[in-house]
């Protein structure tokens, strides 16, 4: 099972969550971010009877395509460092 963690930090002038080293849009207000990223957090645990195609973009710029099975969902965390 994947971990992931989402982190709120300052960011552009405002605040933002950060997965790894991407960033979220900025929000204005900490708490903002902190609610955005709590739902996304948990949107991310929901399960689904169909498996899903997932495109993202490596670190390289390389885009990657994958199929990923419905039932196959991370563990998520927020963490508030401010």
Same mark, same amino acid.
């Given at each position: 099972?994947?971990?992931?963690?989402?982190?709120?930090?300052?960011?552009?002038?405002?605040?933002?969550?950060?997965?790894?080293?991407?960033?979220?849009?900025?929000?204005?207000?900490?708490?903002?971010?902190?609610?955005?990223?709590? =739902?996304?957090?948990? +949107?991310?645990?929901?399960? &689904?009877?169909?498996? !899903?195609?997932? $495109?993202?973009?490596? #670190?390289?710029? =390389?885009?990657?395509? +994958?199929?990923?099975?419905? &039932?196959?969902?991370? !563990?998520?965390? $927020?963490?508030?460092? #401010?």
């Amino acid at each position: 099972m994947t971990d992931i963690t989402y982190t709120i930090v300052e960011h552009d002038g405002g605040w933002a969550y950060k997965l790894g080293d991407v960033f979220s849009e900025t929000f204005p207000t900490h708490e903002a971010a902190l609610k955005t990223a709590q =739902r996304v957090a948990s +949107e991310q645990q929901l399960t &689904d009877e169909n498996d !899903t195609g997932i $495109v993202y973009e490596d #670190a390289k710029g =390389r885009w990657h395509e +994958e199929l990923s099975a419905g &039932d196959d969902r991370p !563990t998520t965390h $927020v963490v508030d460092k #401010a």
